[in-house]
Each structure stands twice: as structure tokens, then as C-alpha cells.
């Protein structure tokens, strides 16, 4: 059974850094995708980094250059470091795990999810 456990979230200044973390369980991180999805208010899910397999990664315009992704995987760890936030990165962050094992933009193809960690960017 796939488990993801976000965690790291929290209120920070506008400029300031957070750094998420999923840990996963019940599949070997090199052989997955991992994406990081958020969602704010009354938006969709909007996904913000994926790392591919071959160790690729994507961002979106929105965060590319402040947001960058990385793996552990002895500790089946995936971390998402966010600097230079803006209020406008206010949302809960999930990840997740895609259906066919590449990464997409959508959250639809996404079967395995987290809970969730909320990331609030305030002064």
C-alpha cells in the first residue's frame, strides 16, 4: 500500500524559505515519479515541481528559479525547498504519485496522494 506523509509546512514572510518533505512508503522512489501539487481557496489543484525517474525535473513559470526538488532515497524521502515566497504560494502543498509513472501536469493523473501541509506566505 502507497503512503505519502507531507510535513514542513507553516507561516512564513514574504521573501522567507520553507523546506516540505514527503516521505513515502510501499514503492522504491527510483522507480516512481514524484510530483508537488498545491491548492489554494477555491482553486484547482495546480502542480508546481515533478521529478522524473532519470532524475528530470519540472517547474512551472510560476516558481521556476525559487522552487526546486530533490530526492533521498535511502530515506524515501522527496523535499520541495521553496525561497523567495510570495503570499500568492499561500496553498496546501500535496504530492503525489502519478498513474502512469511520468510526470504530468494534471492532477487527475495522479493516483496516490498525502494529506497535505498548509504553507501560509504573510507579513
Known amino acids: 500500500q502507497v503512503q505519502l506523509v507531507e510535513s514542513g509546512g507553516g507561516l512564513v514572510q514574504p521573501g522567507g524559505s520553507l523546506r516540505l518533505s514527503c516521505v513515502v512508503s510501499g514503492l522504491i522512489l527510483d522507480d516512481s515519479p514524484i510530483g508537488w501539487f498545491r491548492q489554494a481557496p477555491g482553486k484547482e489543484r495546480e502542480g508546481v515541481s515533478c521529478?522524473?525517474?532519470?532524475?528530470?525535473?519540472y517547474y512551472p513559470e510560476s516558481v521556476k528559479g525559487r522552487f526546486t526538488i530533490s530526492r533521498d532515497n535511502a530515506k524515501n524521502t522527496v523535499y520541495l525547498q521553496m525561497n523567495s515566497l510570495k503570499p500568492e504560494d499561500t496553498a496546501v502543498y500535496y504530492c503525489?504519485?502519478?498513474?502512469?509513472?511520468?510526470?504530468?501536469?494534471?492532477?487527475?493523473?495522479?493516483?496516490?496522494w498525502g494529506q497535505g501541509t498548509q504553507v501560509t506566505v504573510s507579513s
Open positions: 521529478l522524473d525517474t532519470d532524475g528530470t525535473t
Open positions: 503525489g504519485t502519478p498513474l502512469l509513472s511520468i510526470c504530468s501536469d494534471y492532477g487527475s493523473e495522479y493516483e496516490h
